[in-house]
């Protein structure tokens, strides 16, 4: 089936420091991927949804200024939290689907970040 | 997106067939419902999708009542490995689409045992 790959899987950067997080899909197109966040013993919540060759569309209450989300190609999106905050310490998670087709969404497997 | 409910958590022993039930009362016509399997630090992954009556593939059943108010998620003979929260979503079938997000509820914690 089609994967999807986050990278990396983990991380710690020091508060204040600025990091991002790669989301591919390796061998499908994917025009448009979401970004999740999930907090331990929570459900995944949904951030923004990262639209190729435009500007992401971000979910209530998430600030476009610090989560910023750049889609340049049809097999990358990325995730830069900038200035990151203990407060920021999540599992990030994104997820992408083959367009045009009947199949389900895939998610990658996550990338954990730790702000020390 | 219809707004889903389910077991917080649910225990069972290994080789015991276990039912997990989400209740969403607002379904829309063309909705359909899918079940996600999450693993501690990892994404999620597709278990099963449905539109009415039952669906069963090579790891699990889904059967949906003809008011399409509920849906039960089948996994025949669980072990210890399908330890992990399963996720129940509802929306158009154009998940499957390219662009339609997803929106998770609670999920259910389900714990197998020896």
């Known amino acids: 089936g089609a994967v999807v790959s986050q990278h990396p899987s983990r991380v710690i950067c020091k508060s204040g420091t600025s990091v991002k997080i790669e989301c591919r899909s390796l061998?499908?197109?994917?025009?448009?991927m979401f970004w999740y966040r999930q907090f331990p013993k929570q459900s995944l919540m949904l951030m923004a949804t990262?639209?190729?060759?435009?500007?992401?569309?971000?979910e209530q209450g998430v600030e476009k200024d610090k989560f910023l989300i750049n889609h340049a190609s049809l097999t990358l999106s990325t995730l830069t939290v900038t200035s990151a905050h203990p407060e920021d310490s999540s599992f990030y998670i994104c997820s992408a689907r083959p367009p045009d087709t009947n199949t389900e969404a895939f998610f990658g497997q996550g990338t954990r970040l730790t702000v020390v | 997106l219809a707004k889903t409910t389910q077991p917080i958590s649910m225990d069972s022993y290994e080789g015991q067939e276990v039912n997990i039930t989400c209740s969403h009362n607002n379904i829309a016509t063309n909705d359909y419902i899918t079940w996600y399997q999450q693993f501690p630090s990892q994404g999620p992954r597709f278990i099963i999708q449905?539109?009415?009556t039952k669906v069963t593939n090579e790891v699990a059943s889904l059967f949906i009542p003809a008011d399409r108010k509920s849906s039960t998620l089948s996994l025949p003979r669980v072990s210890l490995s399908d330890t992990a929260v399963y996720y129940c979503l509802v929306g158009g079938y154009i998940l499957t689409g390219g662009g339609n997000k997803l929106t998770f509820g609670t999920g259910t914690q389900l714990k197998v045992e020896l």
């Open positions: 990262s639209n190729e060759g435009s500007k992401a569309t971000y």
């Open positions: 061998d499908f197109q994917a025009t448009t």
């Open positions: 449905g539109y009415k």
